[in-house]
């Protein structure tokens, strides 16, 4: 006996109940009524599983709620959307598997807390004060979700390359960041953010060509460059990110 699917079938009913509600609710619409690829349909069944106390899991067939497609701009390719305390969260058109997975981890830390989650996750925050600062040899990935933890959060000053896949000069720079990373493991943390991957960082820095290098201490910008620099540079542009002093807000 197969166990029941835990992702609802929406109708406006029941979405406009999830969406009032506290809980943050995860949404794949479809273009034209058309069901989610198989791998897309077991992201949205595991998410439902694992965060079933903490996640709503809808698919909503457009062409039955047609009213459903022009309220939440439904293109002309599926949409997934993450929805919290009335305001959308997430947006991903044509989602893969991974966007599930993505954006239902970030929705699921926005949920309520009871009062034995707050207790674990207070245990758990003692631990972590103990454990030592991870050290990376190599590049770091960071992802929209996880940037603010990787590096506005880092206790390392960190060297950010936007880069993308099809970027001939992001390439050429990429041997020299594996290498330099090794070398100043505990220093500088090197940190890559794909573009394409993660419209929502290079929009909100403003990334207008890559490979775009951006250096960052104690959470703030300390300097920006574009192109694909020689190692000597980018060693000696290390060094003074290590050195660089930043003043007290105070």
Not at 113 to 130: A, C, G, R, Y
Request: proline share 7%.
């Amino acid at each position: 006996m197969t166990n029941p699917s835990l992702v609802i079938k929406a109708d406006p009913q029941s979405l406009d109940q999830a969406l009032a509600a506290d809980m943050p609710v995860l949404m794949w619409f479809s273009a034209n009524g058309e069901s989610p690829m198989a791998d897309v349909s077991k992201a949205l069944e595991a998410a439902s599983k694992d965060y079933a106390s903490r996640l709503k899991v809808f698919t909503v067939d457009t062409a039955k709620y047609p009213d459903l497609k022009e309220r939440f701009q439904v293109g002309k390719q599926p949409l997934l959307v993450g929805w919290h305390q009335g305001e959308q969260v997430k947006r991903r058109p044509r989602p893969w598997a991974a966007d599930v997975q993505s954006i239902a981890d970030a929705l699921a830390k926005l949920a309520p807390v009871i009062k034995q989650e707050k207790q674990e996750s207070d245990s758990s925050e003692e631990q972590k004060e103990k454990q030592p600062v991870m050290m990376h040899d190599k590049p770091v990935h960071v992802t929209d979700d996880t940037f603010e933890n990787e590096v506005i959060n880092s206790e390392l000053p960190v060297l950010i390359d936007f880069w993308a896949e099809w970027c001939g000069p992001c390439r050429m720079v990429a041997p020299t960041l594996e290498k330099l990373a090794g070398e100043y493991v505990g220093k500088v943390k090197i940190a890559k953010v794909d573009v394409d991957n993660n419209p929502g960082l290079a929009q909100a820095f403003r990334i207008m060509s890559i490979p775009t290098l951006m250096f960052i201490k104690q959470g703030k910008i300390v300097g920006q460059t574009a192109g694909a620099l020689p190692e000597a540079t980018l060693r000696d542009a290390l060094e003074q990110l290590i050195a660089l002093e930043i003043p007290s807000d105070n």
